[in-house]
T-cell receptor, first 115, second 111 residues
Framework: EAGVAQSPRYKIIEKRQSVAFWCNPI?????LYWYQQILGQGPKLLIQ????????DSQLPKDRFSAERLKGVDSTLKIQPAKLEDSAVYLC?????????????FGDGTRLSIL | DAKTTQPNSMESNEEEPVHLPCNHS???????IHWYRQLPSQGPEYVIH???SNVNNRMASLAIAEDRKSSTLILHRATLRDAAVYYC????????????FGKGTKLSVIP
């Protein structure tokens, strides 16, 4: 079974530029998550999708971050414009469903550096 | 609020068993206990999860206290590849279950 795929692996941009990350979840997984992990901290949930609908985006800074999951499969996370504090690893995860008995499977993330 | 308490760090000798403790004293009846680990430069990796009964899989065992206020992740024979940050997570939610990561326990394995 192929794992969660993310690209790019690394990205360096200047502040105020825009950037996008792509995620392809495990086949058949209905629930998709985006996390932000700042150096030295645990991952923090940004947004959760069930199929192509948003379940929770309460921690997504909506003035600069946006995410979509068209057709309930792939997803993109965008930052526009980027700030210095957005430097972090952005992780995508997926699970079969959103219940507590469903483990999440993570990709290796995109490491974003803002200059 | 991670809702779990773990030691910041632990050490183990290679090929010895490791017991990683976690306290979750405010757990509710519908909360699952999930364990993930994260190696450097990788995303978190699912290890094991349980609700009330002890659980075993190919990676580890999970022992859950009878009152469910604490649990222990057991690695039966630590290897150098087990050196990672281990997160104990109370997987809870009304409607949508969400993982809230704390700081975890950094496990060092001594050859």
């Amino acid at each position: 079974e192929a794992g969660v795929a993310q690209s790019p692996r690394y990205k360096i941009i200047e502040k105020r530029q825009s950037v996008a990350f792509w995620c392809n979840p495990i086949s058949g997984h209905a629930t998709l998550y985006w996390y932000q992990q700042i150096l030295g901290q645990g991952p923090k949930l940004l947004i959760q999708f069930q199929n192509n609908g948003v379940v929770d985006d309460s921690q997504l800074p909506k003035d600069r971050f946006s995410a979509e999951r068209l057709k309930g499969v792939d997803s993109t996370l965008k930052i526009q414009p980027a700030k210095l504090e957005d430097s972090a690893v952005y992780l995508c995860a997926s699970s079969r469903g959103g219940g507590g008995n469903q483990p999440q499977h993570f990709g290796d993330g995109t490491r974003l550096s803002i200059l | 609020d991670a809702k779990t308490t773990q030691p910041n760090s632990m050490e183990s000798n290679e090929e010895e068993p490791v017991h990683l403790p976690c306290n979750h004293s405010t757990i509710s009846g519908t909360d699952y206990i999930h364990w993930y680990r994260q190696l450097p430069s990788q995303g978190p990796e699912y290890v094991i999860h349980g609700l009330t009964s002890n659980v075993n899989n190919r990676m580890a065992s999970l022992a859950i206290a009878e009152d469910r206020k604490s649990s222990t992740l057991i690695l039966h024979r630590a290897t150098l590849r087990d050196a990672a940050v281990y997160y104990c997570i109370r997987y809870s939610g009304a409607g949508s279950y969400q993982l809230t990561f704390g700081k975890g326990t950094k496990l060092s394995v001594i050859p």
